[in-house]
């Protein structure tokens, strides 16, 4: 049974760092995309980053910033959020994709997360 779920939220200063971790069940990133999503109050979701085997990407909103990682031994993808600002302040989701390759469109993505909360502020 294919299943994600996010840990790893809290609350820092702005320019401190955090790290997000994604555990997945039922398959592999060689075989399956994962995706990083955040919705701030009031926005629309907004795609952060994603990979596939050792393919990656990331929105130009958290490039060079923040750094997207997998281990499979693991079963977990880690999400390296570093240099926050309070814009970065959201509820943020793991999700994947059994179907296509590394990419940031939500609507294609079948199975989420339940969501863990990041807040920058000082």
């Known amino acids: 049974q294919v299943q994600v779920a996010e840990s790893g939220g809290g609350l820092v200063q702005p320019g401190e760092s955090l790290r997000l971790s994604c555990t997945f069940y039922g398959f592999t990133l060689d075989d399956y995309a994962i995706g990083w999503f955040r919705q701030a109050p009031g926005k629309e979701r907004e795609g952060v980053s994603c990979i596939r085997s050792s393919t990656t990407y990331y929105a130009d909103s958290v490039k060079g910033r923040f750094t997207i990682s997998g281990d499979n031994a693991k079963n977990t993808v880690y999400l390296q959020m570093n240099s926050l600002i309070p814009e970065d302040t959201a509820v943020y989701y793991c999700?994947?994709?059994?179907?296509?390759?590394?990419?940031?469109?939500?609507?294609?993505?079948?199975?989420w997360g339940q969501g863990t909360q990041v807040t920058v502020s000082s």
């Open positions: 999700a994947t994709d059994p179907w296509s390759n590394c990419h940031l469109d939500g609507d294609e993505y079948d199975y």
